[in-house]
Nanobody
Framework: VQLVESGGGLVQPGGSLRLSCVAS????????MGWFRQAPGKEREFVGG????????EYAESVEGRFTISRNNAHATVYLQMNSLKSEDTAVYFC???????????????????WGQGTQVTVSS
């Protein structure tokens, strides 16, 4: 199983980025998916997740209204659209796969079985 993130980079405050996560070695429709981030010296934190059924989504309060998660099972890809970026969004962003059995969103790191290597997002002027 491999999850590969891309789309990170340097962006000015107020700007936008779209991260992608391409999955291989698993059938994406069988997994709930999530995005986490980790800033230097801080613990990895939940950013948002999407269920495997009905595309239900949940977000951390800090990104609610600015970030949007979507998935394309046919392309085995999950996206994180990030708008109105702030300096505090600077972190390494990880996607992860959760083998949920129902339509809930997985929100804790321990629920996730597979992880990508991460992509750096830096928000700075």
């Amino acid at each position: 199983v491999q999850l590969v993130e891309s789309g990170g980079g340097l962006v000015q405050p107020g700007g936008s980025l779209r991260l992608s996560c391409v999955a291989s070695g698993l059938t994406l429709r069988n997994f709930a998916m999530g995005w986490f981030r980790q800033a230097p010296g801080k613990e990895r934190e939940f950013v948002g997740g999407i269920s495997k059924f009905f595309d239900r989504t949940e977000y951390a309060e800090s990104v609610e209204g600015r970030f949007t998660i979507s998935r394309n099972n046919a392309h085995a890809t999950v996206y994180l659209q990030m708008n109105s970026l702030k300096s505090e969004d600077t972190a390494v962003y990880f996607c992860a796969a959760c083998p949920a059995r129902d339509s809930r969103v997985c929100v804790t790191t321990r629920e996730y079985l597979y992880w990508g290597q991460g992509t750096q997002v830096t928000v700075s002027s």
